[in-house]
């Protein structure tokens, strides 16, 4: 199987789509998933190709585990959560839908559980989100 560089993610990191981005650094890119399963939902992202775990590099899953937990922590002050599930599928069977390597970052609260798959939320929420975790970051830099 052979990476796909027309998906949606490697078209985000070429600016082709919009999306609202909370990090990034030379190796990663964070953004907010449009169909959140928690409030604060992020997606990281390395910023060169790999299609999932299977065929990514060492150094990019290293670079994607250093900014999942960077994210985490911002995560957890700014949006008060009680936890963090990180999520990561490969290939289709597992679950895995964008053929890019991705990290799901999801904070958690205790007694709520995780919304189903699918469903939009309206931009300016996930923004709402987005700022909260940007504001928390600028203290992890």
Same mark, same amino acid.
């Given at each position: 199987?052979?990476?796909?560089? !027309? !998906? @949606? #993610? /490697? %078209?985000?990191?070429?600016? $082709?789509?919009?999306? $609202?981005?909370?990090?990034?650094?030379?190796?990663?890119?964070?953004?907010?998933?449009?169909?959140?399963?928690?409030?604060?939902? *992020?997606?990281? @992202?390395? %910023?060169?190709? /790999?299609? !999932?775990?299977?065929?990514?590099?060492?150094?990019?899953?290293? /670079?994607?585990?250093?900014?999942?937990? %960077?994210?985490?922590?911002?995560?957890?002050?700014?949006?008060? *959560?009680?936890?963090?599930?990180?999520?990561?599928?490969?290939?289709?069977?597992?679950?895995?839908?964008? #053929?890019?390597?991705?990290?799901? &970052?999801?904070?958690?609260?205790?007694? &709520?559980?995780?919304?189903?798959?699918?469903?939009? $939320?309206?931009?300016?929420?996930?923004?709402? #989100?987005?700022?909260?975790?940007?504001?928390?970051? !600028?203290? #992890?830099?």
């Amino acid at each position: 199987m052979t990476y796909d560089n !027309n !998906n @949606i #993610f /490697a %078209k985000i990191l070429r600016n $082709e789509i919009p999306a $609202e981005r909370i990090y990034e650094d030379d190796d990663t890119m964070v953004m907010m998933d449009i169909m959140p399963r928690a409030d604060g939902h *992020a997606l990281v @992202i390395p %910023k060169t190709p /790999a299609r !999932n775990m299977l065929d990514a590099t060492p150094e990019q899953l290293a /670079a994607c585990l250093k900014t999942a937990q %960077k994210v985490a922590h911002a995560m957890m002050q700014a949006l008060n *959560a009680d936890g963090i599930r990180i999520q990561q599928f490969n290939e289709a069977a597992s679950g895995q839908e964008v #053929f890019h390597l991705h990290y799901h &970052v999801l904070p958690c609260r205790t007694g &709520v559980s995780l919304r189903p798959p699918g469903i939009m $939320e309206k931009p300016e929420v996930i923004k709402g #989100f987005a700022d909260q975790i940007r504001d928390a970051l !600028n203290g #992890f830099e």
